[in-house]
């Protein structure tokens, strides 16, 4: 039996998984920050997170990971996404200097700081494919891939999957 684990599930949990979210909303099995949660050791063979780590601070992604780490069983996967920080700050600037930009400012602005319609829903940390490598090596994660393509194989899809203005890093990395 496999057994799968979404982390920040929100309002849209995806069919199939154990449901996790800091807020009780419909559908949410575990109502606990993502450092937190005590399924066992090995217990699961997949860990989802879509628009997740970004709302974490720094430190909270390093506790984050290492949980999700520790309940994988070897060979397990995360996935997950971010917006990828680089392009938004420059679409942001673009807009800023008077130049075109794929999106208006307010949705700029809600991709870099959060769209903050409820608690929890801020950014607080911003990420780079460079920095989430390292972040995910530390932790000792290995056979890191990326790509949206990995995502929609998979049937995990969300709209802004498959409009490539709206920037994020898809990253599926292996337990060792």
Not at 108 to 131: M, N
């Amino acid at each position: 039996m496999t057994l799968k684990l979404e982390i920040g599930c929100g309002h849209r949990p995806t069919p199939g998984y154990i449901h996790n979210d800091i807020n009780a909303f419909p559908e949410v099995d575990l109502v606990c920050s993502p450092w937190e949660i005590e399924l066992g050791d090995g217990a699961l063979d997949e860990v989802l997170a879509l628009g997740v780590i970004e709302h974490l601070t720094y430190e909270q992604v390093k506790m984050s990971l290492a949980n999700v780490y520790r309940m994988l069983r070897p060979g397990g996967g995360f996935y997950f996404d971010v917006p990828d920080l680089s392009v938004w700050c420059r679409y942001a600037a673009e807009f800023c200097e008077g130049r075109p930009a794929p999106f208006p400012i307010e949705h700029i602005l809600a991709t870099l700081y959060g769209w903050q319609r409820w608690p929890g829903d801020e950014h607080k940390s911003g990420w780079y494919k460079e920095k989430i490598v390292g972040a995910l090596e530390r932790t000792g994660f290995g056979s890191l891939r990326f790509g949206v393509e990995i995502f929609l194989e998979r049937g995990v899809e969300r709209n802004r999957m498959r409009n490539p203005a709206d920037a994020h890093i898809y990253c599926a990395a292996t337990k060792g």
